[in-house]
């Protein structure tokens, strides 16, 4: 995880960028969401490393845990939504945020199924679904530090689009590489 990050950091380099206006209302919002993020990146990498250990198994603390910090994210994204000046948005909204997302993110999914490729997990496809999970929570930090504070509906869901994708990329592409 610790090349991962800055992978998916000089990655979006390449992306143009703008700060975030921290003195805005809704900072508060954005910073509890890229806190969560935080915490369900490491915690859903971590799970994903575990279960690739052959003979372990994930705890209903993990699974309870991911779900939690999923849907924490998902409900303080919505009330950023709804606290903003605009919050159904412009369709074309967050293509920025899916390609900077993408941008960030695959680098950060190769180096992740690169390391898990050392393990040859007996479940790939669970194992790669919560890696890419991680994966798209560690971009949201990323695209937390250049995105508007103020939220609209479009950008959310293209965050999860983007999210979706990678989880699916990771699963589809590493599965061949790290199942024994």
């Keep these: 995880m610790l090349a991962a990050l800055p992978c998916g950091f000089s990655a979006s380099l390449a992306i143009h960028r703008h700060g975030s206006d921290w003195s805005n209302p809704g900072a508060l919002w954005a910073g509890l969401a890229i806190f969560i993020s935080l915490c369900l990146g490491l915690l859903?990498?971590?799970?994903a490393f575990t279960?690739?250990?052959a003979g372990r198994r994930i705890t209903q603390w993990h699974w309870w845990s991911?779900?939690?910090?999923?849907?924490?994210?998902l409900v303080v994204n919505l009330i950023d939504v709804t606290a903003s000046n605009e919050p159904w948005g412009e369709f074309g909204d967050g293509?920025?945020?899916?390609?900077?997302?993408m941008l960030a993110g695959l680098p950060m999914m190769v180096v992740i199924v690169s390391a898990l490729r050392r393990t040859r997990a007996l479940h790939p496809a669970s194992c790669l679904a919560i890696?890419?999970?991680?994966?798209?929570?560690?971009?949201?930090i990323l695209l937390g530090f250049c995105h508007p504070v103020a939220g609209d509906l479009m950008d959310l869901?293209?965050?999860?689009?983007a999210a979706a994708t990678l989880v699916a990329i990771g699963v589809l592409a590493g599965r061949r590489w790290i199942a024994i």
């Design 44 to 47: 859903a990498i971590t799970t």
């Design 51 to 53: 279960l690739s250990i």
């Design 66 to 73: 991911l779900t939690a910090l999923s849907v924490a994210w």
């Design 95 to 101: 293509i920025y945020c899916y390609s900077f997302m």
């Design 131 to 140: 890696a890419g999970l991680g994966v798209a929570a560690l971009t949201q």
């Design 157 to 161: 869901l293209m965050h999860l689009a």
